[in-house]
């Protein structure tokens, strides 16, 4: 990026010409594209010539949003999804085979756990390891281990991993490093700094920001030498190593899944993206405020954020991130009933999802990590109580005055 953050995102698609001089990339909803020399439409199967064949395999309006999220992680190349999970299974089922061997994160988002638990019926071996200190990392890497996969701040307790070492540790391996970047956005963290080889973001949270459309992505940095991968069919070895991975996600998980990113929704999460700069530093600059007021609040026992200098990894946050981002969690004294409180709430909305424009605020163990069952609850440390707070844009002081009376009352 050789202009700033926003205004690369702004003037993206401008880099192209827009019929009309339209100044957004239209919504391209066509799901065939008719070719006057149906020679040409044959080079574009066989992927001797850029463009596009059916709607499954893309259109012109995520072809733009994927430009945008490459630039935001400088990346060499993205495929868009659905939704995030359809971006981190499709990642999975294009580049994994029975035998193979994980080592993950312990600290996951609850359907990415899930996921990683049905990856192990199908003959993939998944380790969870507390990430948090890459010692633990290295100490589960084994001959069959194809990839190691991060959160960068872990949901709901919000663990840091310890993305720079595990970068290094990979890279000393010649082992992928796949790090799920949601929690951060590339405007608070870019993995490629500490050697990631293939970023995930849910579009849905952060990047998209208004709750409005879902969606996923895969970044390829262009760092990891796919001729040491030996997961990579043959058929796709015609096209340059740099890019045999992100076109092995493209065929196996994007075109044979099916989880494919409409125009419409990826018009939105476009529009979305470009006030993420300004999204973030507020919603940020709301919690670390909050998370100090709540720290301070007799009525709350426990506030886990990076921001707060308590937290095990504030250091290591405060190294790798703009700011310390916009999720936090919350134990409330003992006698408060976590419903009541949320029911007492007026602003905050008790709903799923984070990253939204609204705060939002959910009791987790009876909801998103309910299925989980309490064993894997407790090694992940959420306690029945916790409640998890994904801090929006409003206006600090009506969030305040709104935590004052639900915990007063
Ligand atoms: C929400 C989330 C996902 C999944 O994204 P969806 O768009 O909801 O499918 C994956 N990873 C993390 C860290 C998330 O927060």
Same mark, same amino acid.
């Given at each position: 990026?050789?202009?700033?953050?926003?205004?690369? $995102?702004?003037?993206?698609?401008?880099?192209?010409?827009?019929?009309?001089?339209?100044?957004?990339?239209?919504?391209?909803?066509?799901?065939?594209?008719?070719?006057?020399?149906?020679?040409?439409?044959?080079?574009?199967? /066989?992927?001797?010539?850029?463009?596009?064949?059916?709607?499954? &395999?893309?259109?012109?309006?995520?072809?733009?949003?994927?430009?945008? $999220?490459?630039?935001?992680?400088?990346?060499?190349?993205?495929?868009?999804?659905?939704?995030?999970?359809?971006?981190?299974?499709?990642?999975?089922?294009?580049?994994?085979?029975?035998?193979?061997?994980?080592?993950?994160?312990?600290?996951?988002?609850?359907?990415?756990?899930?996921?990683?638990?049905?990856?192990?019926?199908?003959?993939?071996?998944?380790?969870?390891?507390?990430?948090?200190?890459?010692?633990?990392?290295?100490?589960?890497?084994?001959?069959?281990?194809?990839?190691?996969?991060?959160?960068?701040?872990?949901?709901?307790?919000?663990?840091?991993?310890?993305?720079?070492?595990?970068?290094?540790?990979?890279?000393?391996?010649?082992?992928?490093?796949?790090?799920?970047?949601?929690?951060?956005?590339?405007?608070?963290?870019?993995?490629?700094?500490?050697?990631?080889?293939?970023?995930?973001?849910?579009?849905?949270?952060?990047?998209?920001?208004?709750?409005?459309?879902?969606?996923?992505?895969?970044?390829?940095?262009?760092?990891?030498?796919?001729?040491?991968?030996?997961?990579?069919?043959?058929?796709?070895?015609?096209?340059?190593?740099?890019?045999?991975?992100?076109? &092995?996600?493209? /065929?196996?998980?994007?075109?044979?899944?099916?989880?494919?990113?409409?125009?419409?929704?990826?018009?939105?999460?476009?529009?979305?993206?470009?006030?993420?700069?300004?999204?973030?530093?507020?919603?940020?600059?709301?919690?670390? &405020?909050?998370?100090?007021?709540?720290?301070?609040?007799?009525?709350?026992? /426990?506030?886990?954020?990076?921001?707060?200098?308590?937290?095990?990894?504030?250091?290591?946050?405060?190294?790798?991130? /703009?700011?310390?981002?916009?999720?936090?969690?919350?134990?409330?004294?003992?006698?408060?009933?976590?419903?009541?409180?949320?029911?007492?709430?007026?602003?905050?909305?008790?709903?799923?999802?984070?990253?939204?424009?609204?705060?939002?605020?959910?009791?987790?163990?009876?909801?998103?990590?309910?299925?989980?069952?309490?064993?894997?609850?407790?090694?992940?440390?959420?306690?029945?109580?916790?409640?998890?707070?994904?801090?929006?844009?409003?206006?600090?002081?009506?969030?305040?005055?709104?935590?004052? &009376?639900?915990?007063?009352?």
């Amino acid at each position: 990026m050789k202009n700033g953050f926003t205004t690369t $995102i702004l003037h993206s698609d401008l880099e192209s010409p827009i019929e009309h001089f339209s100044v957004h990339k239209p919504m391209h909803a066509a799901v065939a594209f008719g070719y006057p020399d149906a020679r040409d439409l044959a080079k574009v199967f /066989k992927g001797e010539a850029p463009g596009y064949a059916y709607g499954r &395999q893309g259109n012109p309006t995520t072809t733009a949003l994927e430009v945008k $999220i490459s630039k935001m992680e400088d990346g060499i190349a993205t495929a868009c999804f659905s939704t995030g999970m359809a971006a981190i299974a499709a990642t999975f089922v294009a580049l994994l085979r029975a035998g193979d061997h994980v080592v993950s994160s312990s600290f996951l988002f609850g359907n990415t756990n899930s996921l990683f638990g049905t990856f192990n019926t199908l003959g993939c071996e998944i380790s969870f390891v507390d990430a948090t200190d890459v010692e633990n990392v290295a100490r589960a890497i084994r001959a069959n281990t194809r990839l190691v996969f991060v959160e960068t701040i872990a949901n709901p307790r919000t663990q840091v991993a310890d993305l720079a070492r595990i970068g290094e540790l990979c890279a000393s391996h010649g082992l992928l490093y796949v790090v799920d970047n949601t929690m951060t956005s590339p405007y608070l963290y870019q993995p490629k700094r500490n050697k990631a080889g293939l970023i995930i973001n849910s579009l849905t949270k952060y990047i998209g920001g208004h709750g409005n459309a879902l969606g996923g992505a895969v970044t390829d940095t262009g760092l990891f030498d796919w001729t040491r991968f030996s997961n990579i069919y043959d058929n796709y070895k015609n096209a340059k190593p740099a890019l045999w991975g992100i076109l &092995q996600i493209r /065929k196996k998980g994007l075109r044979d899944v099916g989880s494919t990113l409409a125009a419409e929704p990826a018009h939105r999460l476009a529009t979305g993206a470009e006030t993420l700069a300004l999204r973030m530093e507020k919603s940020s600059d709301n919690a670390l &405020q909050l998370a100090r007021f709540l720290a301070g609040h007799p009525k709350v026992t /426990k506030v886990y954020y990076p921001g707060l200098e308590d937290h095990p990894q504030h250091r290591l946050a405060k190294e790798l991130f /703009k700011t310390f981002g916009a999720l936090m969690s919350i134990e409330l004294a003992d006698g408060i009933d976590c419903f009541d409180f949320l029911n007492r709430l007026k602003l905050v909305i008790s709903a799923s999802h984070l990253g939204d424009n609204r705060t939002l605020a959910i009791p987790v163990a009876h909801t998103i990590y309910w299925e989980m069952g309490p064993q894997r609850r407790a090694e992940m440390g959420i306690a029945d109580s916790l409640i998890r707070l994904s801090i929006g844009i409003e206006d600090l002081d009506d969030l305040k005055a709104d935590f004052a &009376q639900g915990l007063n009352g």
